[in-house]
């Protein structure tokens, strides 16, 4: 760096004013501390407008999370699916590549309650749900339309939520016919939040409602009409197809025809005073015996029979009269495609 000296050896060589020279390194240094200023304005500008966050290092995010092979629906039976299998049916309903399209970029999947995906700007959630909502964190929903359907959209600088009414049912009745897509950002906003939603949201439909059956009708007691199927395990089947696969085999069980039984959209049947359902989320199993080799509770409630590893997870229950233990027994192998 130059020294005063310099300065007055420079300005006797030149015949030049000292002040000259020193005018000129202050103009440098105040030159070079304006483009500082002006660079560091243009990253933080660049941050405000959506810096990209790091992909997670572990992903799934839990391992029961990960994707598996799953059944497609057709129809409307997408709205009669349980929440892990309709979630696993959501992330699958379109291919990889086009989630990617739609949200721009590379894209990670999981289902757990909901269809989870995460990109570099974006967190994504797809699930089924029970009704439209009123209202939202975001505020109150505008009606609009989704690949012809009735929608409720709202928006705010974290993102947008989206609802579209896939099938029109009573509310409260069991069936989840509504699609819910919400896009917000993982930094300060998500880019072009409501466009993505509705585009996603119209792939999902068109992927997991190709033509096929309509919903039972529904009771105002959930019951719905009789129907035969071919025998099979309940794994991934949509509520009423559950139930008919247990009046099946709830018939052949008790050794009577099952035109007489009695199911509901709840993934349960009755025939000749015995019930038995299925049940995806229930209170602890506490084993007092196996039932099919599975862990198994007998008291004078019924008979409980847990089919996961999950204390609280996927149970078959019992009720009535009878020795339901040698029922369970009977029933719960086909039950599980054994």
């Known amino acids: 760096m130059a020294t005063p000296n310099d300065y007055r050896a420079i300005a006797r060589r030149t015949d030049r004013p000292m002040w000259i020279w020193a005018g000129c390194a202050l103009t440098s240094v105040l030159l070079l501390f304006g483009v500082g200023i002006f660079v560091a304005i243009t990253l933080l500008n660049r941050g405000d407008s959506g810096s990209e966050a790091e992909l997670p290092d572990v992903w799934p995010s839990k391992p029961e999370n990960a994707l598996r092979p799953v059944s497609m629906p057709t129809g409307e039976m997408v709205a009669a699916l349980t929440s892990e299998t309709g979630a696993q049916v959501l992330c699958q309903a379109i291919p990889q590549q086009r989630w990617e399209e739609i949200l721009g970029g590379r894209t990670l999947l999981e289902a757990g309650g909901s269809c989870h995906a995460v990109t570099a700007q974006l967190d994504v959630t797809a699930q089924m749900v029970p009704a439209l909502p009123e209202n939202t964190s975001r505020g109150v929903p505008t009606r609009t339309t989704v690949a012809g359907k009735l929608a409720v959209i709202a928006t705010d600088l974290g993102g947008t939520s989206l609802g579209v009414e896939l099938v029109e049912v009573a509310p ?24 993505k939603a509705k585009a996603l949201a119209e792939a999902l439909i068109a992927g997991a409602t190709p033509p096929g059956p309509q919903l039972p009708k529904i009771g105002e007691d959930g019951e719905i009409p009789p129907q035969q199927v071919e025998a099979g ?15 099946g085999e709830l018939g052949r069980a008790l050794g009577v025809p099952a035109d007489k039984a009695k199911p509901t959209f709840f993934a349960s049947c009755e025939l000749n005073g015995v019930t038995a359902d299925y049940s995806e989320l229930s209170s602890t199993v506490k084993p007092t015996t196996t039932i099919a080799g599975l862990p198994a509770q007998v008291d004078g409630r019924g008979v409980f029979v847990r089919l996961t590893g999950d204390p609280d997870g996927q149970t078959l229950k019992f009720k009535g009269p009878g020795d339901l233990p040698a029922l369970a027994e009977k029933m719960v192998p086909p039950l599980l495609g054994r």
Do not use: F, I, Q, Y
Not at 172 to 193: D, F, M, Q, W, Y
């Open 172 to 195: 409260h009745n069991g069936a989840s016919p509504v699609l819910n897509v919400s896009v917000r950002g993982r930094t300060v906003k998500a880019p072009e939040a409501e466009g």
């Open 233 to 247: 395990a309940l794994k991934d089947k949509p509520l009423p197809v559950m139930s008919w696969l247990l009046c």
